[in-house]
T-cell receptor, first 113, second 113 residues
Framework: AQKVTQAQTEISVVEKEDVTLDCVYE???????LFWYKQPPSGELVFLIR??????QNEISGRYSWNFQKSTSSFNFTITASQVVDSAVYFC??????????FGTGTSLTVIP | NAGVTQTPKFQVLKTGQSMTLQCAQD?????MSWYRQDPGMGLRLIHY???????DQGEVPNGYNVSRSTTEDFPLRLLSAAPSQTSVYFC????????????FGPGTRLTVL
């Protein structure tokens, strides 16, 4: 079975705080891809990052960083020094052979000024 | 490039009516997909296509039909609308398959009375 779990439904932080969004996935595929998408209040979905199952290197892009650990089936997303513009719903997704995608239920992040 | 476009943006139907949600992309992407987004459920894959003439079912296909006669267009048909199909529908496209990031359309908010 394929599944993505985002246990944090809603998170609130004060501006400039760091915040980590958790993502745990389940799959028996050995080849798979993990993604993070952002959905701001305007409603569109914006791609943030992609990681394949063979690449456990962490990645940093500006204030964003991602930690992929196959041992714990997790692909967590950290925002450093959060800003009000980071307020959005964030989705973790799993792409598997057979061309199917599975999304988590999302984490709604509110950054309070 | 317009990217992924969807029409209409809003639609209200009565139970039993049929309609087609339009989706088009101008990026020459092979993979296209339809999702529905419901509160607390994240995005769930309805149908997808890996190229013209090829379609397949996703996680929640019942009540929906698709076809892919051209690379650019991927319409979603509701045959006999039900209140359970009230949702926000997103169309997406990607270069090839499950290992590519998807580009999403702006969404269609559908209400079935």
């Amino acid at each position: 079975a394929q599944k993505v779990t985002q246990a944090q439904t809603e998170i609130s932080v004060v501006e400039k705080e760091d915040v980590t969004l958790d993502c745990v996935y389940e799959t028996r595929d050995t080849t798979y891809y993990l993604f993070w998408y952002k959905q701001p209040p305007s409603g569109e979905l914006v791609f943030l990052i992609r990681r394949n199952s063979f690449d456990e290197q962490n990645e940093i892009s500006g204030r964003y960083s991602w930690n992929f650990q196959k041992s714990t089936s997790s692909f967590n997303f950290t925002i450093t020094a959060s800003q009000v513009v980071d307020s959005a719903v964030y989705f973790c997704a799993l792409g598997v052979t057979g061309n199917q995608f599975y999304f988590g239920t999302g984490t709604s992040l509110t950054v309070i000024p | 490039n317009a990217g992924v476009t969807q029409t209409p943006k809003f639609q209200v139907l009565k139970t039993g009516q049929s309609m087609t949600l339009q989706c088009a992309q101008d990026m020459n992407h092979e993979y296209m997909s339809w999702y529905r987004q419901d509160p607390g459920m994240g995005l769930r894959l309805i149908h997808y296509s890996v190229g013209a003439g090829i379609t397949d079912q996703g996680e929640v296909p019942n009540g929906y039909n698709v076809s892919r006669s051209t690379t650019e267009d991927f319409p979603l048909r509701l045959l006999s609308a039900a209140p359970s199909q009230t949702s926000v529908y997103f169309c997406a496209s990607s270069y090839s398959s499950f290992y590519n990031e998807q580009f999403f359309g702006p969404g269609t908010r559908l209400t079935v009375l």
